[in-house]
């Protein structure tokens, strides 16, 4: 088991910068790549930025791309994500997830764990 949990969010003004983190503790030893993921009010879960476990790869959701930046300490066992340029629309809960393997996944079902996840609230 991998149990991961999220830090770092709060209520900011538009335009600002936010970083979130996620601290995975239990069985990371082996490889693990991992997720960032958000739910609005009234949406979907969507996916936000993924990166594989020696961090060579990643990918963005278009609406964050060149906006948002992930990436990870593998000492630390922790997974950042860098949230710049914030707009209204980023308001949700961000949930961080991990899946076991070496390959980048964008739906959420290819992730094996989840964090609580960490409110983000944007005021214009």
């Known amino acids: 088991q991998v149990q991961l949990v999220e830090s770092g969010g709060g209520l900011v003004q538009a335009g600002v910068s936010l970083r979130l983190s996620c601290l995975a503790s239990g069985r990371t030893s082996s490889s693990l790549t991992m997720g960032w993921f958000r739910q609005a009010p009234g949406k979907e879960r969507e996916f936000v930025a993924a990166?594989?476990?020696?961090?060579?790869?990643?990918d963005y959701a278009d609406s964050v791309k060149g906006r948002f930046t992930i990436s990870r300490d593998n000492a630390k066992n922790t997974v950042y994500l860098e949230m710049n340029s914030l707009k209204p629309e980023d308001t949700a809960v961000y949930y961080c997830a991990a899946r076991r393997g070496t390959r980048t996944a964008v739906r959420g079902e290819e992730y094996d764990y989840w964090g609580r996840g960490a409110q983000v609230t944007l005021s214009s």
């Open positions: 990166m594989n476990w020696l961090g060579g790869v990643t």
